[in-house]
């Protein structure tokens, strides 16, 4: 089976920084797209910033110009760097991946359990 593992979440004052990563294990052939995504209490579940393969990025346009995300493919990991973090980025984090575990096969979505971001003085 395949695991998303995140960490690097916490408590953070406003205008610091945090840096999330996410790794890939289990029967991996392939992974295509890589992102982030984050939902707070009683709101759907939003998109962050998402990253290919090749390493084209797209951003939500309340992050844009604060976080980057980046992918390592030999480790099978994506990074979310959040910079100028507000109260309003205060949310639980899901790192989401398109995994093919087999040659021939489409990629399946799977994600992580989630890690808390809190901002907060």
């Known amino acids: 089976q395949v695991q998303l593992v995140e960490s690097g979440g916490g408590l953070v004052q406003p205008g610091g920084s945090l840096r999330l990563s996410c790794a890939a294990s289990g029967r991996i052939f392939s992974i295509n797209d890589m992102a982030w995504y984050r939902q707070t209490p009683g709101k759907q579940r939003e998109l962050v910033a998402a990253?290919?393969?090749?390493?084209?990025?797209n951003y939500a346009a309340s992050v844009k110009g604060r976080f980057t995300i980046s992918r390592d493919n030999a480790k099978n990991t994506v990074y979310l760097q959040m910079n100028g973090l507000t109260p309003e980025d205060t949310a639980v984090y899901y790192c989401?991946?398109?995994?093919?575990?087999?040659?021939?096969?489409?990629?399946?979505?799977?994600w992580g359990q989630g890690t808390q971001v809190t901002v907060s003085s």
């Open positions: 990253i290919t393969r090749g390493g084209n990025a």
């Open positions: 989401n991946a398109a995994i093919t575990t087999r040659a021939m096969l489409g990629a399946d979505d799977y």
